[in-house]
């Protein structure tokens, strides 16, 4: 069974990158970073950049959010050009950056100081997130009195807190223990599902972007490029016993393969 479909120009799109590179400009000279992205990604998709290091996975996200302009090509958020830095978004990242004077409550409100919102609401909006990801108990707790899956369940109510139709997500569970990870992969679907949005996860994990996504982007080394699109056709709620299942297994060795072929793995013979 052929797991890789063509390419098709999603129905209702959301996110749309067109002919899009980056290159940086060093001491050392030009590096070309990304190369010609052309990527639609439809409204309530949850979508995985999958690729090794240096293939330019993070730096999509930055472009995307308009921190950092592309050199080449256009990006567009609900058919509006990215010309500057997007406030219509969530971004957490691999550290969860929390400011270790505040509370957790008080770390989440920051978004709504910023934005200048309804701090009433903004703050029964944070209880209830709270209380989504099983932290109604420690919303008076500080940083270093929370472990590290609880810290980046902060964070990541946090970038919910002003409801972004879009979600970026850098490596975020990267540094956690696999079981912490687990979890929190089970949390962010319930998220995903209960505050209905679109969601860019960046990852180097196989198994974590098949298990999550509707669609595994596959990166090439640096320079970037998409390589691949893999239609994750498994289905929802997901639960973690399916990853023992054959066709999960089949999409491992679908993306695995992908990558022997572009000279990421390299086994001894």
Same mark, same amino acid.
């Given at each position: 069974?052929?797991?890789?479909?063509?390419?098709?120009?999603?129905?209702? *799109?959301?996110?749309? +990158?067109?002919? $899009?590179?980056?290159?940086?400009?060093?001491?050392?000279?030009?590096?070309?970073?990304?190369s010609d992205?052309?990527?639609?990604?439809?409204?309530?998709?949850?979508?995985?950049?999958?690729g090794p290091s240096g293939c330019g996975k993070s730096t999509l996200l930055m472009l995307l959010s308009g921190l950092v302009p592309s050199s080449r090509g256009m990006i567009k958020v609900d058919?509006?050009?990215?010309?500057? *830095?997007?406030?219509? +978004?969530?971004? $957490?990242?691999?550290?969860?950056v929390l400011l270790e004077w505040r509370s957790a409550l008080e770390n989440i409100l920051i978004q709504a100081e910023i934005r200048k919102a309804d701090m009433g609401a903004a703050r029964e909006r944070a209880k209830q997130l709270l209380k989504m990801v099983s932290l109604q108990d420690f919303e008076n707790a500080y940083p270093n009195e929370l472990s590290g899956g609880m810290r980046q369940r902060v964070s990541i109510c946090r970038a919910l807190l002003h409801k972004p139709p879009l979600l970026l997500m850098d490596e975020p569970f990267?540094?956690?223990?696999?079981?912490?990870?687990?979890?929190?992969?089970?949390?962010l679907l319930r998220l995903c599902r209960d505050n209905d949005m679109t969601v860019f996860f960046i990852t180097h994990s196989i198994q974590e972007a098949i298990f999550l996504s509707d669609r595994v982007v596959v990166m090439s080394p640096r320079p970037g490029r998409v390589e691949r699109i893999v239609d994750i056709d498994l289905p929802r709620p997901r639960r973690l016993a399916m990853?023992?299942?054959?066709?999960?297994?089949?999409?491992?060795?679908?993306?695995?393969?992908?990558?022997?072929?572009?000279?990421?793995?390299?086994?001894?013979?």
């Open positions: 069974m052929d797991m890789i479909r063509p390419v098709e120009t999603p129905v209702n *799109p959301h996110v749309t +990158i067109s002919g $899009v590179s980056k290159t940086f400009r060093t001491r050392k000279g030009e590096v070309h970073a990304l992205i052309d990527l639609t990604i439809r409204r309530g998709e949850f979508i995985s950049i999958l058919e509006k050009s990215i010309a500057g *830095p997007n406030s219509d +978004i969530g971004i $957490v990242f691999q550290q969860d990267g540094a956690l223990d696999a079981m912490t990870r687990d979890q929190l992969q089970l949390d990853r023992e299942e054959a066709k999960f297994n089949h999409y491992t060795h679908e993306i695995t393969d992908i990558f022997k072929g572009l000279g990421v793995f390299r086994e001894e013979v």
